[in-house]
């Protein structure tokens, strides 16, 4: 199960034109903002040249893999009620009059946005590099913050600084509601070379910032060599970026970094051996986006009781609960405390509703992001030499806690909702990771704490 991007609502903030990439960026908004609405997509022609015969028919054949995937897939049939032959049909008539093949990833996205769904959405494999745009920003609370800022970045350069308050990128707002579907929109679905972010800083002022980034539009097909090679290298960078850290602060605490669930069993037997003999851990998944199913429920098999059922899975099959069976090799049943914020989803989420619910945790940051859903993710290239690739993720699950609600749109609630300030961003402090320790009778500062497990640059 991966995390992605959640469904919630954009809004357009301001109307600036903006040339080049950014229209295009805008026009992918506009459409995924229309078709959460449950509007009708309305899209002509403007530069008919910027897409050849053979492109567009990889387009049409695209789509049609895409909507027989969710046809066939999807965990509701019934779609939650969408006509669904009537808007495909309607996304094949908007593909014909499409100018661009940008507009095209737009429209596919749009017509899965009105599943409503987190778990169910479109990204075109770009050729080369992934675009690093040198910061990174995320919801804390209902505002958007600058979290990093990559030394030598163009963002770095400009003046960008965390605890900068993100007001505006590209034209929309950003925020609780807006923060992963702009950040999906600037990685995965319309990478741009510039954008264009309005930023308030600690102290009040407002200011605007044209950042460029490392995107190349590409200029040759992508052989089935070149593709091989690229997934290999992003799947290994991936699964090591999901590698658990840990602080060992004596017989009083243990502090366990975990940024996604990809890792199984010897690994997670091991590291819940070395927090055996401690008083309190800590499981901070805070940025924890999700990941393999299997993992969290081994995770969950370290510090639950055998035969705890953590939920029953709909889908289209019969229900299924989900059932922990405990550990016998590492299992931990001291003092248990776990971090979440509004990155903090899917598996992640799972994990944390699971332990809040039994009693066998207390959960304190913030509200989690409410994207939790089970899905199967599909690599497809089109077009022979043309080399369009693609990959498509449609949800087969939804996932009812034990307390009979899902976490869909909802997200966890911490028990304790602690945030950090724009002060605190500013100078590298992590008071939520502080008060935590603090929690386990260990005292560490709040710029202590903000260096334990430091952000790390490729070079």
């Known amino acids: 199960m991966t995390k992605d991007c959640s469904s919630q609502t954009l809004r357009n903030a301001r109307g600036e034109s903006q040339p080049g990439n950014t229209r295009i960026w805008w026009i992918t908004i506009c459409l995924i903002l229309i078709a959460a609405n449950g509007l009708t997509l309305q899209v002509s022609a403007q530069d008919p040249q910027r897409i050849s015969n053979a492109e567009r028919r990889v387009a049409q054949t695209m789509l049609a893999d895409v909507a027989d995937d969710v046809q066939k897939h999807y965990y509701d ?5 969408l006509d669904w032959p009537s808007v495909v049909a309607q996304t094949k008539r908007d593909i014909a009059a499409a100018p661009d093949m940008m507009t095209v990833n737009a429209l596919i996205q749009a017509l899965l946005e ?7 959405f479109f990204v075109p494999v770009w050729r080369g590099k992934p675009v690093d745009y040198g910061w990174s920003f995320q919801a804390i609370g209902n505002r958007c913050f600058v979290t990093h800022v990559k030394p030598k970045s163009d963002a770095a350069k400009k003046g960008m600084q965390p605890g900068d308050e993100v007001l505006l990128i590209n034209g929309f707002t950003a925020d609780r509601g807006s923060a992963l579907k702009l950040e ?20 009040g002022k407002v200011r605007k910032l044209d950042v460029g980034s490392s995107f190349e539009a590409p200029t040759t097909p992508l052989s089935d060599e ?3 090679w690229h997934d290999e290298v992003q799947s290994e960078k991936q699964w090591m970026s999901m590698d658990a850290q ?4 004596g017989p009083d605490l243990m502090v366990i970094r975990l940024p996604g669930f990809e ?9 819940f051996k070395k927090a055996q003999g401690h008083k309190a851990l800590i499981i901070d998944l805070r940025g924890n986006q999700g990941g393999l199913i299997k993992s969290v429920t081994e995770y969950l098999s370290h510090v639950l009781p055998d035969g705890t059922k953590v939920a029953q899975v709909i889908s289209r099959d019969k229900p299924q609960a989900l059932i922990v069976k405990a550990s016998h090799r590492g299992f931990y049943d001291g003092k248990l405390l776990v971090l979440v914020d509004s990155r903090t989803a899917s598996a992640g989420e799972i994990f944390a509703r699971a332990v809040q619910l039994q009693g066998r945790a207390q959960v304190i940051g913030d509200l989690s992001s409410g994207d939790t859903m089970e899905a199967v993710h599909k690599l497809f290239v089109e077009g022979g030499d043309i080399g369009y690739t693609a990959m498509d ?5 939804d996932l009812i806690m034990s307390d009979g609600h899902s976490l869909e749109g909802k997200g966890v609630v911490p028990d304790e909702l602690m945030l950090p300030t ?3 961003l500013a100078a590298g402090r992590d008071p939520v990771l502080a008060r935590a320790i603090a929690w386990a009778s260990v005292t560490v500062t709040p710029e202590a704490a903000g260096k334990l497990f430091p952000h790390v640059d490729e070079p």
């Open 226 to 228: 070149t593709l091989m």
């Open 393 to 397: 993720s449609v949800t087969i699950g």
């Open 184 to 203: 999906y929109a600037m990685v995965a679905l319309t990478p741009t070379a510039v954008v264009h972010v309005y930023l308030r800083d600690p102290a």
């Open 263 to 271: 890792r199984t069993e010897g690994a997670i037997d091991d590291l």
């Open 422 to 424: 724009a002060q605190d």
């Open 246 to 249: 840990s602080k060992d602060f």
């Open 77 to 81: 049939p019934k779609m939650h009620g």
């Open 114 to 120: 009105q599943l409503k769904d987190s778990h169910t």
